[in-house]
């Protein structure tokens, strides 16, 4: 016992240092699992808070770049719209169901990114929007370009969202033009590219080939679009890696929606269901 | 310098590390990660309890903000447990002349032993715990490279500017 003692007392520094560090690696490992890291992430007030005051002074840099932007994305939203309703008049419905009318699978909630990252393996956004805006865990997070992120750790006003430029990231996406699909993941190296994976061999991919996300998850829409194929690793292979130049600069964004799927329950249920 | 100093400056420069240092990513992945000063400025003291949960919670406040769960905790920890070591080893002082140590008397080819090699060791644990894999080992290499390089010029043109303020 006195040796037990007498061991604890002249390496008790050491031991310390061991006690400490055993948790940093802890804090380290939660990180990496999705939904995991409780204490450690960016979407508490304290730095919500501090990134709220930083981002709004910061803002009024690029007020002039993100104005243009908005107002293009509205010019290509009422020209569709203008469609739309060119393709309504020319249906005619006979009998009017009064739930058709309201509706809705997806509704959008605009929020604007308070911290970006893009440098590091595991690339974590933190948002403005929280609880008390209805944004939960396992959100979409597009912009009027593409797509962003998955909301993971969400507080009453700010959460945390984790990049597509995250290595631990897997994203279903599909090619426009036909229906195979395969998973969008990042290799940690250009923050501008990402690489699809597991494309079947018998699709024919070419360059400059359009991909969108793949409905098959119950995270993202259909037809969110993500980038254009630059070029192709290993063609026909099992092995094949496409790269993809994303549409988003992610160096730069700033106004962002989350997205809101009144399905999911639902789908989640009867997945809950079919599973046991 | 006393406590109030010590307490402003490391403040000070975990903002910058936050603000600035954080959003250079010159060539995406090459930041200087200056918070590392709080391991020179810390004074020595014969009980290390102190030093090595403020390191701790210095690091990990800094973690709070950047989203990294625990790498700069981890990395900071680490060389603030070596630090005794090499002070002993770069300037042959003992636990008497730990209460008047301050690294702008010393002899400059000293301080840039010691804070090179702290610089170094840092940069390394906390790439590789960045990357968490055994793979793109070289990446981590060249980021330890160039980043400790950044860090190191920009302490060494800080200290010197700033040599009459600090001391």
Redesign the interface.
Known sequence: MQQLIYFIRKYRYFLFFLLLEFIAFNLVINNHSFHKSKFINSANSITGGFYNKTTSISDYFQLNKENSELSNENLLLKNNLQKALQVLETVHISRSIDTIQFKQRYSFINGRIEKNQYASYHNFLTINLGELDSVFSEMAVINSKGIIGITEHVSKNYSRVQSILNTNSKINAKLKNNSYFGSLTWNGSDYNTVQLLDIPRQAIVKIGDTIITGGMSSIFPEGVPIGQVINIKEEATIKRVINIRLFNDMSNLKNIYVIKDFDKEEIMNLEKSSNE | MNKFRIFFWSILILLLQI?LFNNI?FS??I?PYLYITFIFIFPLNKN??VF??TA?IY??TL?????????H??SL??VG?LRLSFIKLFFKKNTIDYLLFNLHSEAFGQVFNYVVTITVIHHFVLFS????SFH?ME?VFLNTLYSSTFTLVLYFLGSYILRKKIT
Not at chain 2, 63 to 71: A, M, R
Not at chain 2, 129 to 132: K, R
């Open positions: 603000l990513n995406q992945h930041n290390r309890f090595l949960f701790f690091g990990l973690d709070l903000f950047s989203d990294t769960g625990g790498i905790a981890a920890l680490f447990f715990l960045d990357n968490f793109n990446t």
